[in-house]
């Protein structure tokens, strides 16, 4: 199973939509260490990738729908074929 850089995926969006780390900090009342440790480690509260989603436009969970469809969808398959 692949793995999701989902803090390399946030960090893209913030650029994209020309926002600054200090106004997704100001929003999601983050001091700008906790937003380093996410980008450093990749970790965050499902509620705060929420938040994100809603603040950035741009639905994060997606990319986890997709890796969980592509193996269901090989589960699928493999039992099919014995």
Same mark, same amino acid.
């Given at each position: 199973?692949?793995?999701?850089?989902?803090?390399?995926?946030?960090?893209?969006?913030?650029?994209?939509?020309?926002?600054?780390?200090?106004?997704?900090?100001?929003?999601?009342?983050?001091?700008?260490?906790?937003?380093?440790? $996410?980008?450093?480690?990749?970790? *965050?509260?499902? /509620?705060?990738?929420? &938040? !994100?989603?809603?603040?950035?436009?741009?639905?994060? $969970?997606?990319?986890?729908?997709? *890796?969980?469809? /592509?193996?269901?969808? &090989? !589960?699928?398959?493999?039992?099919?074929?014995?």
């Amino acid at each position: 199973m692949e793995k999701i850089q989902i803090e390399k995926l946030v960090h893209q969006q913030i650029k994209d939509e020309g926002r600054s780390i200090t106004w997704l900090c100001d929003k999601m009342r983050w001091q700008r260490q906790k937003y380093y440790r $996410f980008r450093d480690n990749g970790f *965050i509260d499902v /509620n705060d990738l929420l &938040k !994100m989603s809603f603040l950035l436009n741009h639905n994060f $969970f997606q990319y986890f729908s997709d *890796i969980f469809d /592509n193996e269901c969808n &090989k !589960m699928d398959t493999k039992s099919v074929t014995k």
